[in-house]
């Protein structure tokens, strides 16, 4: 079982940036892939960025790459995800996500979901 919490949404302008957090509890926290989705009103989620149990590979979405940085810190059982040059485009819940080893780009590869954090960029 594993618990995940992001935190560090909130409201930024266009052109800002942001840093997400996503704090896990367990101790297999470093097995774990961990992901980075997001959805927007009326769309469907949608893959972010995802990141290997050991941080040695990284995946980004074209919407993102470029822009956003995904990252770990297993002796803290903590994600994040640096958001640069923000955009309105990128308003969406972002969610915090674990995969079983795996670290892959679809929502059914992952086990254990946050409850989200809102990230609102305005123009």
């Known amino acids: 079982q594993v618990l995940l919490v992001e935190s560090g949404g909130g409201l930024v302008q266009a052109g800002g940036s942001l840093r997400l957090s996503c704090a896990a509890s367990?101790?297999?926290?470093?097995?774990?892939?961990m992901g980075w989705f997001r959805q927007a009103p009326g769309k469907e989620r949608e893959f972010v960025a995802a990141?290997?149990?050991?941080?040695?590979?990284?995946y980004y979405a074209d919407s993102v790459k470029g822009r956003f940085t995904i990252s770990r810190d297993n002796a803290k059982n903590t994600v994040y995800l640096v958001m640069n040059s923000l955009k309105p485009e990128d308003t969406a819940v972002y969610y915090c996500?674990?995969?079983?080893?795996?670290?892959?780009?679809?929502?059914?590869?992952?086990?254990?979901w946050g409850p989200g954090t809102q990230v609102t960029v305005s123009s």
């Open positions: 367990g101790r297999t926290f470093s097995r774990y892939g």
């Open positions: 996500a674990a995969s079983w080893i795996v670290a892959g780009t679809a929502i059914k590869e992952y086990d254990y």
């Open positions: 990141i290997s149990w050991n941080g040695g590979s990284t």
